[in-house]
């Protein structure tokens, strides 16, 4: 809020400066301002100093709320700065908007008023540089990434000069009383440091993360977490010395202290970490580590450069997430008693993308500004964008009984799905197509104005593709980063849209041709999972991908199957978790149990506490779970899943898991070998693959790729030793063997308590080709292997 009085000389915004609001010795000041026909909306109207003082006192012991005195400098030598304006800023998920819109990591509310009329006649200008002011103020502080202003709806001044410095409306919402403000109908606005930089002609903010100590911090973790790995995968081979490890190449020399932990596991100290050049110390570098080890890495002439972007990309990113993950694991754990809001909260706080990954964060292709607007950890809730594709090149398929207008207006509603016809209608009028022809597709809106608008002119301009504007919900990116989560809607689907974004060693587009078998596969699923006792007695669901979309383009259909180009314009929904919990459960991805807070605690430790129950107690339900139905699901019908943390959706109660939900389906199911009967439509998951290579399901995707790091966490913070988190494991399975005595041959053809198992290297497959990690027609012959590892579900009584 702000009053529209003006000092006789217009300032500029850099003239003003800012001090704390001193209730004691201010509130006489501000009471003279608030007590005005021109501070109106502000509310105080009427009121004693001694109200104005109290009032004040409060917000000065709330930590939500900041209230700062803007200054003019002393005009003459002896005299005092002058007071010329209050602002107020706040955390607006802890204010009156607190549900009110969707919020966003990076909001931050403002308030502002002008000094009152004994400060002299008005002048224009001086309203503009004030709040010119305000906001370069927030902006300084590189966490504040868009600014919320919630005036009256009847302050129409005002509504002009948030315009003019950026600000966005967003629609009228209707608010509470809050500790200094009135109940109002409110005019919602928001700016980014974009439109804020774009209104005052100024520079660029969306590097404001950046900065030499976040730099800093990033490297040692990156550095850090790229030696375990490549160590790992046997790429690299520190020597022990003094209770140290060094690696060297060249003049080179990095000396750190680790621990090594079972499955050869490194956990190496980021602070402990030293790099000499030709014996003087240096700053930590990422980049430059793998420049130097580029052999050793197997980094060909033409990966190099592109990996190479991606640890800067990771890096940039890690100092982002040093800002925004400000979450304990403990208030995690706990959450808020919001089941929904919590799942996205916990979505966005996680700092360290797949755990295996060195260069886990590429997203290559997104500017600086798409990151702060498309990034996970942003917590940005965006609208999609839609088009409309003729059907003599695109195709819908869904599960049995779904349409696709009957889908779209449960999505979209009545009245926006109506909006988007009549554009669609106007559209057809001019091409001469009919509207009836058409369907619609969800799209991500980097990808429509980076990709689909540029490669595919042609169908735009012959009105085949219509650009139908945005939907009216909206949506957080997940960690998989072209997924969305309905934060408007959170019972309507999940959306799963194309980007063409390289991010770990893929461009994340989706296949038009394995959309449309996508409802088949899911179909499946379900009658395998609805008539599986052991799935059923263990809660384990699916979230179905329901229907999905695909458009070819004629162009590209001569190129190969693998070619980016054929997969750019795709969509899918599934069923949201939302819908699958009951009241007093909670979800979290699983990838979450791995998140590690800026204190170094566990998230999956907080878990364990909260929920009271005896750690191995809490680890049994947990195998029981997440582990047990993975095996289950490939003894008895050869079937194997994706199931690392993103995949898969922990049901929480009090902090125990009882429950997975399975997703991301038809892109990652298989089914190993021809024992498993299949309808026509779903052959294509079937793999043909050596039996050796059955058991590295678990092995390679379960036991190393996520039970590796969640072991040492938990011992790390005493919660269970590392034996013991093993042992417990082979209890369960062997409790499962046990109860399904008719899996006990294809149970023990796993070999899952042999002494070692073979070592599948993921960064390997990253180096080899950043670009195509693995052709998606024949992964099993691309994998790479570097030994075995001793396994650690062995001699535990098996």
Known sequence: MITTFEPAIAPAATDISFRRFDPAADAELLHGWVNTERARYWGMNGTSVEQVRAAYAA????????????????????????????????????????????????????????????NGPARPGFSAAAMEAAIAHLFADPAVLRIVVEPDAGNTAIHSLNSRLGFCPAGRVELPAGPDTPAKTALLSFCTRADFAAATYGPSTATAHLSPARWDTANRHV???????????????????????????????????????????????????????????????????????????????????????????????????????????????????????????????????????????????????????????????????????????ARFTALYGINAAGLLREELGEAQMDLLNARLAAACAASGLDPEEFVFIPVHPWQWDNKLAVSFAPDVATGHLVHLGAGADLYQPQQSIRTFFNRSNPERHYVKTALSVLNMGFMRGLSAAYMEGTPAINAWLTSVFDADAELQARGTRLLREVAAVGYTNSLFNAAGQNAPQRKMLA???????????????????????????????????????????????WLARYFDAYLVPLVHCLCRYDLVFMPHGENVIMVFEDSVPVRVLHKDLAEEVAVFGDRQPLPAEVERIRITAPDSERRLAIFTDVVDCFLRFLAPALAREGVCGEDEFWAIAVQRLLAYRERNPEQAAAFDALELFAPDFELSCLNRLQLRNNQQMLDLADQSGGLIYAGTLANPLAGHGA
């Open 59 to 118: 917000l000065d012991a709330d930590p939500h709320h900041h209230v700062l005195l803007g200054l003019l400098p002393a005009t003459a030598p002896g005299r005092e700065p002058e007071a010329v304006m209050l602002l107020e800023h706040y955390t607006p998920e802890h204010s009156v908007l607190a549900g009110a819109y969707t919020h966003r990591h990076g909001d931050a509310g403002l308030h502002l008023l002008l000094a009152g009329p004994g």
């Open 223 to 393: 550095l850090a977490k790229a030696i375990a790995e490549f160590t790992h995968e046997r790429l690299l081979a520190p020597v022990p010395g003094n209770g140290t490890w060094s690696l060297s190449v060249g003049d080179l020399e990095y000396r750190f202290a680790a621990t090594v932990h079972q499955l050869e596991h490194w956990v190496v100290d980021p602070a402990s970490l030293e790099v000499n050049r030709a014996g003087v110390s240096v700053a930590p570098d990422a980049a430059g580590f793998v420049l130097a080890f580029r052999q050793e890495l197997g980094l060909s002439e033409a990966q190099l450069p592109v990996y190479l972007e991606e640890i800067g990309s990771t890096l940039a990113g890690h100092c982002y997430k040093q800002l925004h993950s400000t979450a304990s694991a403990a208030e995690l754990a706990a959450g808020t008693g919001d089941a929904v809001a919590d799942f996205q909260r916990t979505e966005a706080a996680m700092t360290e993308g797949h755990p295996c990954f060195v260069a886990n964060n590429g997203r290559l292709g997104l500017g600086a500004g798409d990151y702060l607007d498309y990034a996970p950890e942003t917590g940005s809730a965006i609208e999609l964008q839609w088009l409309a594709a003729h059907n003599s090149r």
């Open 571 to 617: 969509a899918l929904w599934r069923e949201s978790p939302a819908s699958r919990i009951e009241d007093g459960q909670a979800l979290a991805t699983m990838a979450s149990l791995l998140h590690i807070d800026a204190a170094g605690a566990s998230l999956a430790a907080a878990h364990v506490r909260r929920s009271g129950l005896a750690p191995a107690e």
